[in-house]
């Protein structure tokens, strides 16, 4: 995972919403899922022993990793059809922005499409790969009006 120390990481983090710290941590609990199949318990107690996690929205971070870990395969389902490649060929912090941006269409209906997209893109700046943040965006956009058919249309209807 890319990161970054140094004044301009400092500077960015200060300014980092809450919901978008619990998100970060959400990100970061469901990459480790992914490549050490950690737990619940051990990821969450990982968290908390990191500096600056009381700047999370912790209520939202527990919720958005218990629901994500619930269900990872039918969001991976949902997922798949608008992925260019096999699943295991999508690096694990795409696939883990991926599967929250997908929770969260799918179970939040009360935050905005875009900003679960935006927020997806965010994160992929920051921990995934060169232009993951467009692959990101692409799969996402896809996913939304299946998601979300009465909020969001589909890009080639816009």
């Known amino acids: 995972m890319r990161g970054g120390n140094g004044p301009l990481a400092e500077s960015r983090q200060v300014s980092k919403s809450p919901r978008h710290r619990a998100r970060e941590f959400a990100v970061q609990g469901l990459y480790q899922h992914l490549l050490g199949g950690s737990d619940e318990a051990g990821i969450r107690a990982q968290a908390e022993s990191v500096p600056g996690f009381d700047n999370a929205d912790t209520g939202l971070y527990l919720m958005l990793l218990g629901e ?4 990872i395969p039918p969001l991976r389902d949902a997922i798949a059809p608008h992925v260019d490649r096999a699943w295991e060929e999508v ?3 795409e696939r883990s922005i991926l599967l929250l941006g ?6 939040h209906p009360e935050t905005p499409y875009r900003v ?8 992929a700046k ?3 790969g060169t232009d993951g943040h467009k692959f990101v965006n692409g799969v996402l956009d896809k996913l939304a009006p299946e998601l979300r058919p009465q909020e969001a249309t589909p890009a080639r209807a816009r």
């Open 126 to 128: 920051t921990y995934g």
């Open 68 to 71: 994500t870990l619930a269900n």
């Open 91 to 93: 690096s694990p912090i």
């Open 102 to 107: 997908a929770c969260e269409l799918r179970f």
């Open 116 to 123: 679960i997209i935006n927020e997806a893109i965010e994160l």
